[in-house]
């Protein structure tokens, strides 16, 4: 049994994440509960890292929680799911009125609200908090995107912002909103990040069927893209990944991996939010799909053999010239992916009345997380200027990209189609900045339809109101 309440902070959930994070806690100073169900992990944790910091153990949950100062704040880093549930369920009735549960777990926002709600009526906060740049992160300083409410972060904002990356001198963590803001954000993170994969996968396909390029030829120019305007974290390890040779066969590495991308399932919460919200995120959703279709197999299989040559055999006249519509094409989607997540973002925070300050938000992802790059400087800035910006996409330095890039964008797109390669994210992106400019666009043709076949009725555009055509009859038009 713990002799005394010395513990500013626990962390219960000691995998690779928690005992991480439980480390950066104490490298800063911070006196850090430690317990996990099996107290194995928690022994080893002190054995091993004990002299990084003061850490109390706790073999049982009691003794961990009987070693926190009040108010108590617990953070539970454990598989999302029920094994969170469970152990909301043991913590509970060992806490007091106004100590705080903090969920670092990958949980989904539904999940954290349905907590938070179920605490909150208990007397306990409930801060349902992401946690991006994976295990290095957790120890280094990631970027941490706290939700619940101002009363909690008040004891843990301080405790997180010191632990947390940080850039120009401000740390990447700020109070995202009240309940399930902070994983909701998190969840968006994620969806941005299979986008920017997924399109960086896609420029790196271009350039290798364009150029008949090796991947090692290929790295050098991701390697030079990172020193301009696409600078981030996911192009330096794309040269890095493209850069590495198979040590058990002497090939490139990308060459002996197989081509099936895992999916953990957060691209796929963002896409099922967004078709709630109905914000059109088309590059997270393509990316999503993209890592579907790696997956089917036999009908890939199947496929290959039915339509052996479907494109033309590409020809790059200028090297140089190919190189550079490929990174402005890309440059230019990916703005559009991240002008649709932040479009997302808006969205929840108006649905469940969050209030999140989206030029924060892109502050808090310029360092510890995986999508860390110099352009989300651009994005606060745009948001700092015009918080109700109606897209990303017309701020003038996000403008003044993509308008440069578009003859680049439509060659690169259209030569292809032209032979085969398929760009699902480069093509639906440079789709939806088509649609968004469009002075007219044909979903007139789809009012018109739905009244024919269902009565739906049509808006008018020289007339308010709604209106009805007797389609079966003798097409008489009336109002609504
Ligand atoms: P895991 O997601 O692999 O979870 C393992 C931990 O959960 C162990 O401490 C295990 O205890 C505990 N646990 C389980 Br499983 N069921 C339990 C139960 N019923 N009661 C109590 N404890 C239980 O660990 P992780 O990879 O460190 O990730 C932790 C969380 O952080 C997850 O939600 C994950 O999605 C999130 N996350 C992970 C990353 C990453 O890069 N890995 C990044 C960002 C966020 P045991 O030792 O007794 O089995």
New binding site residues.
Partial sequence: MAEQATAQIGV????????NLARNLARNGFTVAVH???PA?TRSLVAEHGDEGTFVPGETMADFVASLERPRAVIV????G???D??ID?LVPLLEEGDIIVD????HFADTRRREEALRAQGLHFSGTG?????E??LLGPSIMPGGSAESYAKLGPMFEKIAAHVDGVPCCTHVGPDGAGHFVKMVHNGIEYADMQLIAEAYDLLRAGLDATPAEIAEIFRDWNNGELESFLIEITADVLAHTDAATGRSFVDIVQDRAEQ?GTGRWTVQSALDLGIPITGIAEATFARSLSGHVDQREAARRAFPDAGEKWQVADRDAFVEDVRRALLASKIVAYAQGFDHIRAGSKEYAWDIDLGGTATIWRGGCIIRARFLNRIREAYDEQPDLPTLLVAPYFAEAVGAGVPSWRRVVADAARAGVPTPAFSSSLAYFDALRAERLPAALIQGLRDNFGAHTYQRVDRAGSFHTTWAGDRTESPA
């Fill in positions: 219960t959930g000691l995998a690779v994440m928690g005992r996990n169900r099996t992990r880093m454990v598989k999302a029920a094994p969170t469970a152990v043991e670092c777990g990958n949980a946690v991006s740049g994976g295990e992160g957790a953990k």
